[in-house]
């Protein structure tokens, strides 16, 4: 059975950094398209980007383009989240999961196997 943990929030001042982690079992992640998406209190669950399961390229939502950073540990079968610069509206539950393509992360229906997510706030 597909299946993520995400682990790695916490509470951060704002300006701080975290690295989220996304480790799968029941599958090697190394060549699938994987997708991180938050959810904030009150708000709709936004996609934030995708890693390329075909090359690793990387795709990103503006709202965090320069500040977040997609990798993968092949080794680990783990995917990470790094985020830098974070600011009070980042505070939200971080989630991972399978788009159906990398290129359409942000269609939030064609996602699978979500995680049950990590708590992310940032408060000074």
């Known amino acids: 059975q597909v299946q993520f943990v995400e682990s790695g929030g916490g509470s951060v001042q704002p300006g701080g950094s975290l690295r989220l982690a996304c480790t799968a079992s029941g599958f090697t992640l190394d060549h699938w398209a994987i997708g991180w998406i938050r959810q904030a209190p009150g708000k709709e669950r936004e996609g934030l980007g995708c890693?390329?399961?075909?090359?690793?390229?990387?795709y990103y939502a503006d709202s965090v383009k320069g500040r977040f950073t997609i990798s993968r540990d092949n080794a680990k079968n783990t995917l990470y989240l790094q985020m830098n610069s974070l600011k009070p509206e980042d505070t939200a539950v971080y989630y991972c999961?399978?788009?159906?393509?990398?290129?359409?992360?942000?269609?939030?229906?064609?996602?699978?196997?979500w995680g049950q997510g990590t708590q992310v706030t940032v408060s000074s």
């Open positions: 999961a399978i788009p159906r393509y990398c290129s359409t992360y942000g269609i939030l229906e064609e996602y699978d196997a």
């Open positions: 890693i390329s399961g075909v090359d690793d390229s990387t």
